[in-house]
């Protein structure tokens, strides 16, 4: 399907496990990224990238790894998940081209991750 | 840390009312955005205003920018159940290379509308 997916949708893990949060579009966007949700927060930005291997952190990227090897994904990596890390994770995407409105990011329908 | 703060936190109208947003930033920006999340969903991008313009409409949305006070609205007229949703606004800073670009997203407001 066209569009920006996620996986898994829901995912219950244990304090210390390593969890991978898969995103993938199809629109060949140069830009992604990964925000997480919470209550009392809004969204926070963990990390982008602005093409394939080039990524840099967000304003909460610790505890979070990320690769771009190819455009079309983005990976999620909890190395040691922490019950801090229990929240909603949504990936986005846009393409900076201008005339196209390229300022306007495309969400994924999210990823809840539950760490006990 | 937070760029927008929108306010109020929560609103609660009845169909047909209009709803009215506000959305107040700090730093200067190219642009200011609105996005909408239904429950339990992604959010949706719904308008974009570039820092020169000053008002923007897109069907029954309103948006306004006055930068001098670092401040935006957005105005849902006639709103119906399906608006019920909270609505975002996100900041974009000016462009100064590859790994520069981001939107900061306030904490939103959740609309009620009561059929």
Known sequence: ?116 | SQQGEEDPQALSIQEGENATMNCSYKTSINNLQWYRQNSGRGLVHLILIRSNEREKHSGRLRVTLDTSKKSSSLLITASRAADTASYFCATGGAYSGAGSYQLTFGKGTKLSVIP
């Open chain 1, 1 to 116: 399907d066209a569009g920006i997916t996620q996986s898994p949708r829901y995912k219950i893990t244990e304090t210390g496990r390593q969890v991978t949060l898969m995103c993938h579009q199809t629109w060949s966007h140069s830009y992604m990224f990964w925000y997480r949700q919470d209550l009392g927060h809004g969204l926070r930005l963990i990390y982008y990238s602005a093409a394939a291997d080039i990524t840099d952190k967000g304003e909460v990227p610790d505890g979070y790894v990320v690769s771009r090897s190819k455009t079309e994904n983005f990976p999620l990596t909890l190395e040691s998940a922490t019950r801090s890390q229990t929240s909603v994770y949504f990936c986005a995407s846009s393409d900076l081209g201008v005339l196209a409105g390229g300022e306007t990011q495309y969400f994924g329908p999210g990823t809840r991750l539950l760490v006990l």
